[in-house]
């Protein structure tokens, strides 16, 4: 068989072009699973296309995000800011029935069971109370989704955009920043809170499209970033009529 790979998606809010950048580099890296952490619609002119292009690789799991949430359903937007709102509204006319059924059926979080590999957890924002939409930056904070990630040793989330991990080992647990040329290298005895990175939309300083492979049999898990084609997603950002700031802040990273 195989060595299985696992992709991890997340927070590719509607950018295609950051997406297909992505789905490019993937086919180099021999990937046998798809995992996508949510957010797939939102902020960016792709929802449908993107929509349609998560659904297509089948991914074993797929976690609900608050901007899938909202497109999915009538909620008032209170608590969003004027862009995303914005982005919201439009992307709810650009979907179809059954795709914000799709995207508000989705769990908050759930458990990944892959044969042959231990069973890790999904979440978009925080294990503790998923559906209040916490944001995870600090030690404090991961601590609190930590514990209610258990038994599971690894559980993977987004929401923030902020490529960032947790590490629990003999009661102490420390945050790092994940980077491209610094795999994370799972251990016995410790357990991990690990973001993903952000396709569609990273808030790193960074401006390029970010994901995540984790390697099972190897105890591995890295970090990829890879260059899009920025302008034309702002291009259409722009003739959709959505807020400017949403195209400004693709290229900083921001
Ligand atoms: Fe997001």
């Not at 458990?111 to 294990?127: A, E």
């Amino acid at each position: 068989m195989d060595k299985i790979k696992i992709a991890l998606l997340g927070d590719i809010h509607a950018n295609l072009e950051a997406f297909n950048a992505v789905m490019e580099k993937i086919k180099t890296l021999e990937v046998t699973h798809y995992v996508c952490i949510g957010d797939i619609v939102g902020y960016n002119a792709n929802p449908k296309e993107c929509l349609d292009m998560m659904r297509a690789l089948n991914p074993v799991a797929t976690v609900r995000g608050n901007h899938d949430e909202y497109v999915g359903t009538e909620q008032d937007l209170y608590g969003f800011n004027p862009s995303a709102a914005a982005a919201v509204n439009w992307t709810r006319s650009q979907l179809t029935k059954e795709d914000r059924k799709y995207l508000a059926e989705l769990p908050y979080s759930t458990v990944v069971r892959i044969p042959g590999v231990s069973p890790f957890s999904i979440v978009h924002g925080t294990m503790d109370n998923p559906h209040t939409w916490g944001y995870i930056f600090t030690r404090l904070q991961a601590v609190a989704s930590m514990e209610n990630q258990r038994p599971y040793k690894l559980c993977f989330f987004g929401h923030t955009h902020m490529p960032l991990y947790f590490v629990e080992k003999e009661y102490e647990t420390q945050g790092f920043f994940f980077q491209e040329d610094a795999p994370i290298s799972i251990e016995p005895n410790s357990r991990y809170l690990i973001n993903v990175g952000s396709v569609g939309q990273p808030r790193d300083g960074i401006p390029t499209a970010a994901f995540t492979i984790y390697t099972p049999d190897e105890n591995k898990v890295e970090l990829y970033r890879v260059e899009y084609d920025i302008e034309t997603c702002q291009q259409k950002i722009r003739d959709a009529g959505l807020p400017e700031k949403l195209a400004s802040r693709l290229e900083i990273g921001r």
